[in-house]
């Protein structure tokens, strides 16, 4: 999952509860309960009683104690993990006084409007015994680092490979992670796509490829997806194009396509790391503290790169916004910077962050707009220093 832009304000929840197979496997769920719901609209959630007593880890076990042969599963289309978590924290403890009282919770979840960045729902919620409760469901205004996990992917790589990795994904390559883990496949790969924030990959992404899918490599088209290390070699045998293969449990690419290192401008690759680098290990077990001091420099890359965006946006009449691409990459001085621009803006993570912009008249509240706005005070006052020495 990307890091999600979507604003779905006002849009109402589609709720649904259905029991899965007791023969279905814990792989099968995800499978099974996307062609069992229909989730196409955004803001879109599916409650899952699946008949498994080992839930996969978009599963949420139920019952305390002794465990249920039952998990709950959420299927959304946005990652909003710390709401998800309550709402199925409140079935679950509807589901150990009775199935019949989850009912009432998910029709005000439908009748409630799906919350806004930074926005809050509150939903009246009667139980038996306990009297109405009133539950506030927040939205997280920026949900960028949510639910991720950098510190598997530094015990693999160095900063150097996932500086590599990072810029094979902003070119949006192939890339296959290898590691016995699963945890450490998915974890790596979550972390890896988030690197992209403020954008968001939208090609092939598998965590976990079962074998099944193992073909997937093959693809002439981008994808960012992990393979169980007992699969390496059916991998290295696949006839692949250009890809670039992470080792995760050694710490080295089997296959590259040998221009990584000269992807990302050199002076802008170098404060990348100078800040990867310093007061690294104060944050060695504070996940959050160490999730900003990694995604920083890469959030820091894009604003000095694409921050300006939004001065290039033209507005029609009607409020329709025209992204003046020329005018834009011209406008950067450096020219090793323009000529990385010049590739990025072709990509899809680019033009889909473009449509979203052109269609708001104003920049979206969020992380990145707020590290833009620091940056550009930054040169204002640095400019404001120089006239006052010369």
């Known amino acids: ?29 995800h499978s ?44 959304s289309c946005i990652g909003c993990f710390g709401l ?36 809050t729902v509150t939903l009246k919620s009667f139980i038996p015994d306990s009297g109405t409760e009133f539950i506030s469901l927040t939205r997280p205004l920026d949900s960028h680092l949510e639910h991720v996990d ?23 390559r192939r890339i296959i992670f290898l590691a016995e883990d699963l945890s450490t496949l998915s974890q790596c790969i979550h972390a890896a796509a988030a690197l992209l924030y403020p954008f968001s990959w939208a090609h092939t992404y598998i965590p976990v490829v079962p074998e099944s899918l193992l073909d997937t490599v093959c693809c002439p088209t981008p994808f960012m997806v992990g393979v169980q290390m007992r699969f390496q070699q059916q991998v290295m045998d696949s006839p692949m ?23 990302l401008p050199p002076k802008l690759q170098d404060d990348i790391l100078e800040s990867l680098g310093q007061g690294i290990n104060e944050f060695e077990t504070a996940s959050e503290q160490l999730n900003e001091h990694v995604s920083g420099p890469f959030v ?13 946006i033209k507005r029609e009449a009607n409020g ?30 680019f033009s889909l962050f473009i449509q979203e912009a052109e269609k708001s008249k104003h920049p979206p509240a969020g992380y990145f707009q707020q590290k833009i706005l620091e940056y550009e005070e930054q040169k204002k006052q640095k400019k404001s220093r120089e006239k006052t020495v010369k």
């Open 320 to 349: 329709q916004g025209r992204f003046q691409e020329r005018a834009f990459y011209k406008a950067l001085t450096s020219k090793t910077n323009r000529r990385f621009v010049k590739k990025f803006v072709k990509t899809q993570l």
């Open 241 to 263: 194009e250009e890809v670039l293969l992470v080792n995760l449990c050694e710490g080295t690419f089997l296959m590259s396509v040998g221009d990584e290192k000269d992807i």
């Open 84 to 119: 998800f978590s309550k709402i199925l924290d409140e079935v679950e403890k509807r589901h150990q006084i009775s199935v019949a009282v989850i009912y009432p919770f998910m029709q005000g979840l439908r009748e409630a409007a799906f919350p806004a960045p930074g926005k």
């Open 150 to 172: 950098f510190r598997s992917l530094l015990r693999c790589l160095r900063f150097e490979q996932i500086l590599q990795i990072f810029a094979s994904a902003v070119l949006e």
């Open 1 to 29: 999952m990307g890091a999600g832009r979507l604003d779905t304000a006002g849009a109402s929840w589609s709720v649904l509860l259905r029991t899965a197979p007791s023969s279905l496997q814990p792989a099968r769920l």
């Open 300 to 312: 820091q890359f894009f604003v000095k790169t694409v921050g300006h965006y939004a001065s290039y």
């Open 32 to 75: 099974w309960a996307c062609s069992s719901f229909s989730c196409k609209s955004q803001g879109s959630l599916a409650v899952v009683v699946a008949g498994s007593a080992r839930p996969s880890t978009c599963c949420h076990p139920a019952g305390r104690g002794p465990r249920l042969p039952k998990v709950y599963c959420i299927i």
